[in-house]
């Protein structure tokens, strides 16, 4: 293993250790306290895990359904075909999940993340998908270019953990904050019902039942202490649905049609094709993405409490290459990291990655019991919008607290925050903007207020952090010393390296 140095959670570099061992460390009521050091590798008891990975699963399932729908539309799928797509990316997601969660040698990060289909690969996959013929007959070329992007990913993680250095709590928390405000336009369509094409969305109706649920929330957190409120937003769901059911606005119809058993067998399509601009297509998007998670692995990395380093992004970007393969290959699509369950995660402080291995397993259950999928689709989106307008508010609020590590009396950290966040909510703002946009990488980047943020606060820290004029050569050539001390570090430069006037007497 190289010996490497790496940045501490001071951002302070150190030799890096062996890589540890991860043993599950059991405990006897499953309780997960915020105290507790060895909480993320801690394993509750069994119904803890059930009840706990539930609740991720119900967090997740709307934005993991949704993607395949997509482009299952996009393509011109046949109906009887897009449950088949969805079963097979609730499966795949579980398989992801599990990956990151507990991990295989030199795969996985090994913490509390949920990983889901993501949805900025949409544009381009129906884009390959009608260049090859539309419908069946693009999707061999389509999961030809999904396996070889996964592939790519898998090779070049890597490089990837080079990048780690550039993002110090400056960046990492401004991509967090973007991601929650960003996300906060889902909560919202959520709350009128889902389709704002709807002569109902936004009626008392809609308001009423995400109300319910949010007042069981708030008040669970009020009110209890201990299991009740970590499960708060599990309850709020219930609750929110049985009163949805009451008043006839939960639609059942869908689990009496649905099948018991619904595997499909892996490359139910055909064999995979691999045009060449078709993988190049994804490949690009691919490393969109990679980019957008390695913000949030550090966003969960901060909320647990454990330092995310240069081998475990590389770790982490390997299982999402490695997911994606796999996704492939069982006729799903590429996957990320899935922002809803950070701040699940943030709101409720139970930081077992093992519960979210569970919920790894409840998807996977999902996906091959149609009937049980059908139960869980039918809550209303105005109950589960009830629940997100609390967990995407969450993730803000996770990153003003990880900016609050960042000097923001300096006025280039400042304006590198403000330029970030107003461009990230540009998309949300006016989608639009997306399709003036030529070609499909730059339509996928500017669809997406995450990525878009996200490489804007990156490129800002480069260009007043780590940019040096040529006036200013012999100090970029210098090591940059952890950038949370950035400003310390320039001070000491300033003191220790003589001016031009100096070297030149």
Known sequence: MSRKAVQGSTGRAREPG????????????????????????????FWRLAVYGLQHVLAFYAGAVVMPLLVAQGIGMPADDIGMLVNASLLTCGLATLLQSV???????????VQGTSTTAVPSLVSVGLAAGGAKAGLPTVFGAVIAAGLALFVIAPFF?????????????????????????VAARQVGGGDPSQRTFGSPVHLGLAGVTLLVILLLHKFSRGFLATVAVLLGLVAGTVVAALAGETDFSGIGGSAWLGVTAPLHYGAPRFEITAVLSIVLVMIIIAVESIGQFFAVGRIVGREV????????????????VIAGLLNSFPSTVYS???????????????????SGVIMMVLGMVPKVGAVVAAMPAS??????????????????????????????????VAASVGVGFLPTAFPQFADQMPGRQLHALFESGIILGTLTAVLLNLFFHHLRLPGHRKRAARSIDPPEDYMQHEEQLESTIPSTSDEAS
Do not use: H, M
Not at 18 to 35: E, L, S, Y
Not at 309 to 324: H, K, N, S, Y
Not at 340 to 358: D, E, F, H, M, P
């Open 18 to 45: 062996p890589d540890p061992v991860q043993v599950p460390v059991p405990v006897d009521a499953g309780a997960v306290g915020p105290a507790d050091p060895d909480q993320v590798d801690a394993v509750p008891a």
């Open 161 to 185: 953990s080079r990048l780690v250095r550039f993002f110090p709590p400056l960046v990492t928390g401004t991509i967090v904050t973007i991601v929650g405000i960003t996300l906060l336009a």
């Open 383 to 416: 109950v589960l919008g009830g629940a997100t307008i609390v967990l995407f508010s969450t993730i803000a609020v996770v990153g003003v607290q990880i900016l609050v590590q960042a000097d923001l009396g300096d006025q280039r950290n400042t304006i590198l």
């Open 103 to 113: 991990g295989l040698p030199g795969i996985g990060i090994r913490l509390p993340v």
């Open 340 to 358: 809803q369950n950070i701040g699940l995660i943030g709101l409720t402080r139970v930081k077992s990655r093992w519960i979210v291995a569970a």
């Open 309 to 324: 380093d240069g081998r475990q992004v590389t770790r982490a970007l390997r299982a999402d290459g490695l997911a994606t």
